[in-house]
């Protein structure tokens, strides 16, 4: 069912966030599954520079790659989280030490939501397939009604363009994020949904 014949429609919760690490030759680790995802929240821009032409007259316009920048915030990260997300994070005694260098890592990341409408619902898979991840703020809230302190994980995330091949492979582009959805990406969503999804990538037909 297409958005042409829905109505109503709204999206609700984030849930199911797993990163993938990136390999140098554009592949993709096992993933990991992080637990706790509250929200996301990404800003995509690109930026556009006229740079003077030789007779000072006409302009080349000239666009930058598609950049995504925001936070992605979790209730609780364990020890094996932050060794999937950061580089150098553990020391030798397998204590989590900020500040060191390299700590960037470069990964695959997808989450889910679900989409509502009144013939029904269907899930979206989002994708970023080329992610950093800043270390979280020293930050913990209270709940009054009880006294609990909880620590929210507001993470700054950078996602950046990845490429990808398209005609077979003759002609190249890029892309920052991809929606697969359920319903209306039907014929491979079983083969793609627990995937970093690549654009234009030969997909087994259900």
Known sequence: MSDATQTRVYEEGNYGLKVFPLNSDGTYGTGYAVEGTVNVDI??????????????????????????????????????????????????????????????????????????????????????????????????????????????????VTANPMNFTYNSGANKDRYTWAVVNSVDNSTIWNNVKDTVYVPESTISQL
């Not at 556009?48 to 080349?60: E, K, M, S």
């Not at 060191?100 to 029904?120: A, H």
């Open 43 to 156: 800003t995509f821009s690109r930026t556009r520079t006229n740079t003077p032409a030789d007779d000072v007259v006409d302009y080349l316009n000239r666009t930058s790659p598609e950049k995504g920048e925001g936070t992605i915030t979790l209730i609780g990260l364990k020890l094996s989280d932050y060794q999937k997300l950061y580089n150098n994070i553990i020391d030798t005694n397998g204590v989590i030490v900020g500040g060191r260098t390299n700590q960037s890592k470069r990964l695959g990341v997808i989450f889910y939501n679900t989409k509502n409408y009144e013939e029904g619902s269907s899930t979206n898979m989002f994708v970023l397939p080329n992610v950093t991840f800043e270390l979280p703020n020293l930050s913990t809230t209270t709940i009054a009604e009880d006294d609990t302190t909880i620590r929210a994980f507001e993470l700054s």
